[in-house]
């Protein structure tokens, strides 16, 4: 059973910056895709971005394009969210999440198997 715990969240003030980091356990992720959500308000959440296995290739939801960059290390089976230029919008509960056995990352929440228990980023001057 793949566990997945995040961290790095924290109050930052408009304009800053903050890094998240996605520590997987209980299995090796290095041949799946990942992928960062975030609930800001109500049930669903957003896609941030999504990246694929081997690194090389990632895609992000259009609010963030441009300022969010994702990132993995195989080696310690751990992904990135750095967050550049954050804005008060940006503020919600950030999840990772990876999508075991597919190549293809996906932009769905329900696409994909194991989940974090996210980690709260406020953005507020």
């Known amino acids: 059973q793949v566990q997945l715990v995040e961290s790095g969240g924290g109050l930052v003030q408009p304009g800053g910056s903050l890094r998240l980091s996605c520590a997987a356990s209980g299995g090796d992720v290095s041949s799946d895709p990942m992928a960062w959500f975030r609930r800001s308000s109500g049930p669903e959440r957003e896609f941030v971005g999504a990246?694929?296995?081997?690194?090389?290739?990632?895609h992000y939801g259009t609010s963030v394009r441009g300022r969010f960059t994702i990132s993995r290390d195989n080696a310690k089976n751990t992904m990135y969210l750095q967050m550049n230029s954050l804005e008060p919008e940006d503020s919600g509960i950030y999840y990772c999440?990876?999508?075991?056995?597919?190549?293809?990352?996906?932009?769905?929440?329900?696409?994909?198997?194991?989940w974090g228990q996210g980690t709260q980023v406020t953005v507020s001057s």
């Open positions: 999440a990876v999508r075991v056995n597919y190549y293809i990352a996906a932009e769905n929440e329900g696409a994909y198997d194991y």
């Open positions: 990246i694929n296995r081997n690194g090389r290739s990632s």
